[in-house]
Nanobody
Framework: QVQLVESGGGLVQAGGSLRLSCAAS????????MGWFRQAPGKEREFVAA????????YYADSVKGRFTISKDNANNTVYLQMNSLKPEDTAVYYC????????????????WGQGTQVTVSS
């Protein structure tokens, strides 16, 4: 079992940057692949980025490639989403999620979710 808490959201102008954090805790906090998702007003939740348990592989939605970077700090059981060159269309609630899979493949089954953090990008 793992608990996830996101932080780092806020208001930023187009072209600016933000770094989101997701702190994981619990008995098996280090035994998950991690992902970031987002949901904009009136839209469905969409995949943003993912990181395998080993940290050797990353995956990104086409809309954020070259602008966003997912990473983790094993010492703190924290995953990050560095967001650069932000656009108004990036405005959404961002969610951290954990997949209890420790293999090398792309994570697909996220059993645990954080509460979300709001990111607003003004034009």
């Amino acid at each position: 079992q793992v608990q996830l808490v996101e932080s780092g959201g806020g208001l930023v102008q187009a072209g600016g940057s933000l770094r989101l954090s997701c702190a994981a805790s619990g008995r098996t906090a280090s035994s998950y692949a991690m992902g970031w998702f987002r949901q904009a007003p009136g839209k469905e939740r969409e995949f943003v980025a993912a990181l395998t348990w080993s940290g050797r592989s990353t995956y990104y939605a086409d809309s954020v490639k070259g602008r966003f970077t997912i990473s983790k700090d094993n010492a703190n059981n924290t995953v990050y989403l560095q967001m650069n060159s932000l656009k108004p269309e990036d405005t959404a609630v961002y969610y951290c999620a954990a997949d209890p899979y420790t293999g090398p493949a792309r994570p697909t089954t996220y059993d645990y979710w954080g509460q979300g953090t709001q990111v607003t990008v003004s034009s």
